[in-house]
């Protein structure tokens, strides 16, 4: 498509998906949520995006309880629409997941404790996964091993920069439970992100989509596959409520980064800005098309 404004395309592409507490057996969470079905709407939708997907990044609690048979089930469900989209998976450790079985079962590792970590090459933009879980807990937490991994591979920049993913946002959020279990040590963390050339972070934990700074760096929170929290309710009052799923969708531009929600429930589009109108207007000078389009009628 011709280019109409002073951006180029994106460079790359990147879906970014967080929550999606999967259980054993297709079992519902607090006896209600349908979690793999939820799941795989949101799928669905995935596949439906228009252009192409250079990475698929899943942000933390992948199973709910850890459970060997959930991942096994997630990797069954993504493997397949990663591989016709053509695209890498990146998998984060959250709170809910269990490092053993996750590296065991989702990535075919060795099964101890270590932090899931990973870098990728994407095209030229890497991104790095950290893992932010804490075995046995809830909070968030980085260790002296992962910040000098980190900082590592953060030494030599990449051409398009660096994507940062975890779990545990280094944000605030308004709702108290989860100032309870924030990410630890954040200062560390954003001396070892300052000068450094990521881009953006990635997160997920609160089911909500939200969007803040941090060491100068933006930072994306994507709402959940599986159940979101009703924010519009007093603080000490919100829980989590079966809609209002989303995804975010994350375009990659050389100088800047853009996140996108993407809802999951979908309806028919509107029927005004066609190909044959985008055509149209590609035929038409730059003013041509400002007089056109732009110029109100008098």
């Not at 006896?31 to 192409?52: M, S």
């Amino acid at each position: 498509m011709e280019q109409f404004g002073r951006h180029a395309p994106a460079r790359r592409t990147i879906v970014h998906l967080s929550d999606t507490h999967l259980l054993a057996g297709g079992r519902l969470l607090n006896g209600a949520i349908d979690t793999d079905a939820n799941l795989v709407q949101t799928l669905e939708r995935v596949e439906r995006l228009a252009g192409g997907v250079d990475a698929l990044v899943f942000t933390g609690d992948l199973a709910d309880l850890g459970e060997p048979e959930a991942y096994t089930r997630l990797r069954a469900l993504v493997d397949p629409v990663a591989e016709r989209l053509g695209a890498p998976v990146v998998w984060v450790a959250g709170n809910h997941d269990e490092r053993p079985e996750l590296r065991r079962d989702l990535l075919g590792l060795p099964a101890t404790q270590d932090a899931v970590t990973g870098a990728w090459d994407v095209g030229g933009l890497r991104l790095i996964a950290l893992d932010s879980s804490v075995p046995g807990w809830h909070h968030g937490d980085l260790d002296d091993g992962q910040l000098e991994w980190l900082a590592e591979q953060l030494a030599t920049p990449a051409p398009l920069g660096t994507v940062l993913a975890l779990h545990h946002p280094p944000l605030p959020s308004h709702i108290p439970l989860f100032d309870i279990l924030e990410l630890r040590r954040q200062d560390e963390l954003a001396r070892v992100l300052r000068g450094s050339d990521v881009r953006a972070i990635l997160a997920g934990h609160l089911h909500y989509s939200t969007s803040g700074t941090f060491a100068g760096i933006p930072v994306s929170v994507a709402s959940a596959s599986c159940y979101t929290m009703d924010i519009a309710l007093p603080a000490q009052s919100v829980n989590g409520m079966d809609a209002g799923q989303a995804f975010h969708l994350v375009h990659v531009y050389d100088d800047t980064i853009t996140h996108s929600v993407v809802p999951v429930a979908s309806a028919d589009p509107g029927d005004y800005f066609t190909p044959p109108w985008y055509a149209e207007m590609a035929a038409l000078t730059p003013q041509e098309r400002l007089e056109r389009f732009s110029r109100k009628p008098v």
